[in-house]
Nanobody
């Protein structure tokens, strides 16, 4: 069964850190670029960051640049999102997704370019 499974979410105080994990099963992630998205309550899904299949190139949205870092370990079939200096506005359901291509686009990740999604992990940042 092909799956992307996110984990690592939870409740954290403002200024704290979390590391999210996206694990692939049933297929190898290293053929694809992987993106992270989030959906805040009552809002649409926002693209945060993308990492190319090799890990050599990453892109990030302005809202998280300098605070969130995407990385991958292809040997473990896993992609990570290290989140530092968390703010209450970072609260939401975080998803990883597999891009159609092995490379990231130049723009902020767009949902239409990602065709395979995990179920999400909840992140709540308390003020």
């Amino acid at each position: 069964q092909l799956q992307l499974v996110e984990s690592g979410g939870g409740l954290v105080q403002s200024g704290g850190s979390l590391r999210l994990t996206c694990a692939g099963s049933g297929f190898t992630l290293d053929d694809y670029a992987i993106g992270w998205f989030r959906q805040a309550p009552g809002k649409g899904r926002e693209g945060l960051s993308c990492i190319s299949s090799s890990g050599e190139r990453t892109t990030s949205a302005d809202s998280v640049k300098g605070r969130f870092t995407i990385s991958r370990d292809n040997a473990k079939n896993t992609v990570y999102l290290q989140m530092n200096s968390l703010k209450p506005e970072d609260t939401g359901l975080y998803y990883c997704a597999r891009r159609v291509y092995s490379f990231c686009s130049d723009h902020t990740p767009a949902m239409s370019e990602y065709l395979f999604w995990g179920q999400g992990t909840q992140v709540t940042v308390a003020s």
